[in-house]
Structures are given as C-alpha cells and as structure tokens.
C-alpha cells in the first residue's frame, strides 16, 4: 500500500479484493430478503383465493409456493453467509499480515505506537476493518427488503407504500447526523485500549527486574490508572451505540406500526381485503428487521471505520531507516563514529580497527543506552546528528540488508521466542536433526555459556521455550541470546551488557569464550562490548570511556584501573 494510505482506502481496497465473493453473497442475502418479503404476500394470497373462496386447488397451489419460498430462502441464506463468511476471514488474515509485514519490515517503521498498540492493531483492528464485509450484505439485504415491502404495499396501497418510500429515507437522514459522535468515541475508545494492552505488555516482560528494584507496586498503579481510562473510554463508547440502536429501534417500531395501524383503518373501511391486510401486517412486522439495520448502519461503518484508520495509521508510516544504495567491501570492518549526538552524547568519536575488540563504559547508563540504540537501527538518521560508518561505508547510505549483516547490535533487553532453543539460537526451523547442524554451533554454545541451559534440559537444543522465554531464567535467556548473536557471525558486533544475569563464574566462561571465538587465531571479526563489568573488559583490547557525551580517556582495562579514579568508580565496585 501507498504511503498515502487512509483508512477509506483499507475499506475500499477490502471490497476490491473480495468483490466476487461480496457480490454472490450480497446477492444471495438479497434473495434471501425477496423471499422473506414474499412470505405474508403469499398468506394473503391463500386467505383472498383459497380460504375465502374455499378452493382446494388454490390452496394447495399456494402453499406449494410458500413451501418453495422457504426451501429457497433457506438456501440462499446457507450459501450466501457461507460465501461471505470466507470473504471476511480471508480479509481478516490479509489485513493482519500486511501490518505484521509492515511492523516487522527490516528496516523498522517511523511510529509512536507502542508494542501493544501495534499487536492491538494487527489483531482487533484488522479484524474490525474486515466486518466491512460482512456489512455490505447485510446493508443490501435491508435496502433490497425495504424495496420490496415499499412496492408490495403501494400495489396494495398507495399511501401505506408512500410512508415507507417517503419515511425510511427520513428516518436514516436524521439518524446519520449521529455518526460523527459515534466514529470520534469508537476512535478513543480503541486507542486506549491500545494503551492499556502496551502498558500491560511492558508490565509482563519487564516484571522480574521491576520485583527486584521494588518498583512493582508503581508499574501496577499506571497500569490501573490507563486501564480505568480505557475502561471509560469503552463504557461511553458502549453508552452511544446502544442509545443510538435504541433510537434506531423505536422510530423503526413505530414506523411499522404506524403502517400496521393505518391497515387496519384501511380494513375497516372496506379498502383492504383480509388477506391484503394480514398481508400488510406481516410486512409491518417484517420491515422492522431491515429498518433496524439501516438506522444502525453508521454505527456499524464508524467501528469499521475507526479500526481501518488505525490500520492505515501504521501502512501509512514511513520506514525508520533509509533503503540505501551502496555496497560494502568484503570484511573484515571497522566501525567508526563520528560527531554522534543523541540524547547525552555530544559529538562522540570512536574509531574501532577491524579485528579489535574494544569496551565501551558509559557511568550514565543512558549514554550507553543512546549509543546502542543508535547502531541497532532503531532511530531514524534524522534524529540523531554525525555519522557512523561500517568498513568506511556511511550506514545511512549502505543497502540495508548489507549494513544490518555486516553491523550486528544484540541489546540489553533481547527478545526470546516461542519455539525451541534450538530455533532461538539458530533463527531456523526445527526441521534439521543434531548431527545435521551446523559445526560451529557447538562452539558457540560454549563461548557463550549455553552449553549448560542445553544440558540442563532433558530435550536439549529441542526443549520447547514459551512465548518470551518465560520458561527460562534472566541468565539463560541472556546467554540463549547471545548464543543467538555469536551464531550469526556478523563481522561487526556490538553487545550491550550481555551478562548481568550471570553468575562471576559463568562471565569468566563467558568473557574467555567471546574472546576466543571472535579474536583467536585466524579470526577478523571486530567485537564491541558497552559495558561496566570488570570480567569482560579485562578481556578486552582495549577500553573507551564516555563521560559528558564524549570520550574522556581510553586505555586498557588495568591502565584505566590503576590511574582512573573515575573509571575505578564506575567498574570496579
């Protein structure tokens, strides 16, 4: 979909998509309708020609037809809400992988929209946006329902035909004035709700660490105060469509009655014959439905509505990061910054030789923070000013699938997913036996410590992990991620505080592991560690220390602890 995206074009891209199977549905429920409106026609025809007159023949001609009329609008219904059925589900599915596709596009997307806002919209929304279609029906339905009951009475009567020719227009006019309300408090009522989902969402994955520094009981009270706020927001939203269908209900009652009573006037006075009247009685009776269903028919499209602006909010956002033109050298890289500013850091050099291993310590954790997010690509080059280039190629100018393999940055707070270590690790199917795998893969697992969450499990690299490793400890989903990472053998890696979770005898594992992995003998990769732990840093190259959003001295870890008081401060606590 165009950048333009809005949510009429959603809608009206649904109804494209599905056409052939919105028009044989609609007019399936047409017929449907036809039928149904037949029905008292066709009671009154046996009461004037066969229960007045007596005729046998006439009565069993007729209730033949009424019999046939049943058979058909049963099968009409049958197939028809069949055929849109599949239309809706097909659409449903459409719509979610296209804002799954775009949410999880590799070059990110430009949105303020949190986590749960954007499962919310590529769940509920999506799905909301794709009742359009089972809408459409209905709406012909109605209006094919009010032609024919309209006709049947003006052929029986002129007037009692005109009040519904005339009155259904009225009564839907008035009624559409109600729409805007309607679409605006639908509108908040699902942003909210996208709210609360993301707070929630931010609650759960992050309920450990806020346990631990205490902070639980504040995280609950703003999920309780955004939850109350989209709690309000759903009871007012509630509050109108069900006052607006209540409305909508009485004038179309007493419409119907208003016909069924003019009838029976008309009946009085000789103007109607029986089963004229029992006739009109029934479409009385029968018009109510449709009725119904027009007046709540801006109820039903400002839902539609409100959820396919939600969808089109996320088409519609740009990429986060530029597509790029240019190549890059075969490896090994460098990496190297340049003028960085964002958030704290100010000007920031850093120059990493291909083949170094280099520590990064940041005291103020959101200098790190800045920098990491940064490399990872989670910031539009528009919103952070210098330059960072990956083998003297400028990142914002590189082919992005190229830069991002080249430039690999595993954050502090990784994600872990459902499925078995095995696929966490390898970012592959499960559909390989052991001994097919790749050779290195144990290797990894033990530079990085993860060796011990595979023996651990009786179903090894298979054992099952649920949704966000919550079947694993902190430490085993750190070192399942950086198994993740070290795997990929990016030529340039970046890794932010990967072993916080760890006890000091598994960091050793570790800070050996990664440095004999990455940079033993024969090996060029470049290794970034943004880190204040002393195991890891001792390991390193050298170290570069960030203070007041530049570099302030570099050197290797014991020169930095034996003359830096600043440095002791920060790493050696």
């Not at 179309?252 to 009655?257: K, P, Q, T, V």
């Not at 340049?338 to 850093?350: A, Q």
């Not at 950086?482 to 990967?498: C, G, I, K, T």
Request: one cysteine or more.
């Amino acid at each position: 979909m165009s950048q333009r995206t809005t949510g009429s074009r959603v809608l009206l891209d649904g109804i494209r998509r599905n056409r052939g199977w919105l028009t044989a549905g609609s007019a399936m429920y047409g017929g449907h309708q036809i039928c149904e409106a037949l029905v008292p026609v066709v009671i009154g025809v046996i009461i004037d020609r066969a229960v007045a007159t007596g005729d046998t023949g006439a009565l069993v001609l007729w209730v033949g037809v009424l019999a046939a009329l049943f058979v058909v609008l049963s099968l009409m219904w049958r197939f028809g809400a069949r055929l849109l059925t599949y239309a809706e589900a097909g659409e449903g599915y459409t719509l979610r992988v296209e804002v799954a596709g775009k949410i999880l596009q590799p070059r990110g997307v430009r949105t303020d929209l949190r986590s749960g806002e954007l499962l919310t919209i590529s769940s509920s929304d999506a799905d909301n946006a794709s009742y359009l279609l089972d809408y459409i029906p209905r709406i012909v339905a109605s209006v094919t329902a009010t032609a024919v009951c309209a006709v049947t009475l003006l052929l029986i009567n002129v007037p009692l035909g005109l009040a519904v020719v005339l009155g259904t227009p009225l009564v839907l006019l008035v009624l559409h004035l109600g729409t805007p309300l309607i679409t605006r408090r639908i509108q908040h009522q699902q942003e909210t709700a996208g709210e609360a989902a993301s707070v929630a969402t931010d609650l759960v994955s992050g309920l450990r660490p806020l346990r631990g520094i205490g902070a639980q009981d504040a995280a609950a009270q703003r999920y309780r105060a955004v939850s109350r706020r989209s709690l309000r927001a759903t009871l007012r939203a509630a509050r109108t469509q069900r006052g607006f269908e209540g409305i909508s209900a009485t004038v179309s009652n007493l419409l119907a009655a208003g016909i069924a009573i003019a009838a029976g006037v008309l009946a009085l006075d000789g103007a109607l014959s029986i089963g004229q009247f029992v006739t009109v009685i029934g479409l009385a009776q029968f018009l109510v439905e449709p009725l119904v269903q027009l007046t709540v028919v801006p109820s039903w499209v400002a839902e539609a509505r409100a959820s396919a602006n939600r969808v089109a909010l996320v088409l519609s956002a740009p990429p986060l990061v530029p597509e790029g033109q240019r190549g890059l050298d075969p490896p090994p890289h460098g990496l190297e910054i340049t003028g960085l500013r964002r958030g704290g850091i100010d000007g920031l050099d850093l120059a990493v030789a291909p083949g170094e291993l280099v520590g990064v310590v940041a005291p103020r954790a959101a200098d790190a923070e800045a920098l990491v997010e940064v490399l990872s690509g989670r910031v539009a080059p528009d919103d952070y000013g210098g330059s960072i280039a990956i083998g003297g190629t400028d990142l914002a100018a590189a082919e992005h699938r190229a830069a991002r393999a080249a430039l690999l940055v595993e954050p502090h707070h990784t994600d872990i997913f459902t499925g078995t270590l095995l696929s966490n690790i390898t970012a592959s199917t499960d559909g390989v036996g052991e001994s097919e795998l790749d050779p290195d893969l144990d290797a990894v697992l033990r530079a990085s410590a993860a060796h011990d969450v595979v023996d651990v499990h009786a179903g090894g690299l298979h054992t099952e992990v649920t949704e966000r490793g919550a079947s694993l400890s902190g430490g085993q989903r750190q070192r399942v991620a950086l198994a993740r990472a070290l795997h990929a053998r990016p030529p340039v890696l970046v890794l932010h505080d990967p072993t916080t979770a760890v006890d000091p005898v598994t960091e050793h594992t570790i800070a050996r592991g990664l440095a004999a992995l990455r940079h033993g003998p024969g090996h060029t990769f470049t290794t970034v560690l943004v880190t204040c732990s002393p195991i890891l840093l001792a390991t390193t190259d050298r170290v570069v220390v960030v203070d007041g959003g530049v570099v302030r001295t570099s050197g290797t870890h014991a020169e930095l602890a034996d003359r830096d008081a600043g440095y002791r401060k920060a790493v050696l606590r």
